[in-house]
């Protein structure tokens, strides 16, 4: 909760790999808490070393809340994890994780898996 009020201004989201770490999505284990703010939105003091932020303009279907603290998505946090080259094992079993625990439907899971270019596990589900 802490790390989304830091951004004075504007009101920071927990994502990328954070956010994956929180829904329990893959193994990946982010050494920093990551946040997004707007992108107009610019911070006036140094970044606390545990934090990495990220400027993205969030749609209101992008981001939620999980236990009280504003996050993205797990659709959306799959998304930026991809494009930060999470790599394609980790970003690939985020989408199992999210099919199989029941955080993505199977038509999400399989439009993901198309769109990110993340091939279908073998032996359907688990």
């Known amino acids: 909760m802490e790390a989304t009020l830091w951004p004075r201004g504007a009101r920071g989201v927990l994502s990328h790999e ?18 997004t ?9 140094s970044v606390p070393s545990s934090y990495v932020l990220h400027h993205e303009d969030l749609g209101a279907e992008q981001s939620t809340l ?3 603290i504003a996050i993205v998505t797990p ?4 998304r930026q994890a991809h494009k930060a080259h999470l790599g394609a094992a ?6 199992d994780q999210g099919e199989d625990g029941g955080r993505l439907t199977k038509r999400q899971a399989s439009a993901l898996r198309h769109e ?3 091939r279908q596990r073998s032996g ?3």
């Open 124 to 126: 359907g589900r688990r």
């Open 66 to 68: 999980h236990e009280g």
């Open 18 to 35: 954070t956010a994956l770490e929180l829904y329990e999505l893959s193994d990946v284990h982010p050494a920093k808490i990551h946040i």
């Open 90 to 95: 980790l970003v690939g079993q985020a989408i």
């Open 37 to 45: 703010v707007p992108r107009r939105h610019r911070v006036r003091r």
């Open 116 to 118: 990110l270019g993340i």
């Open 75 to 78: 659709i959306h946090a799959i």
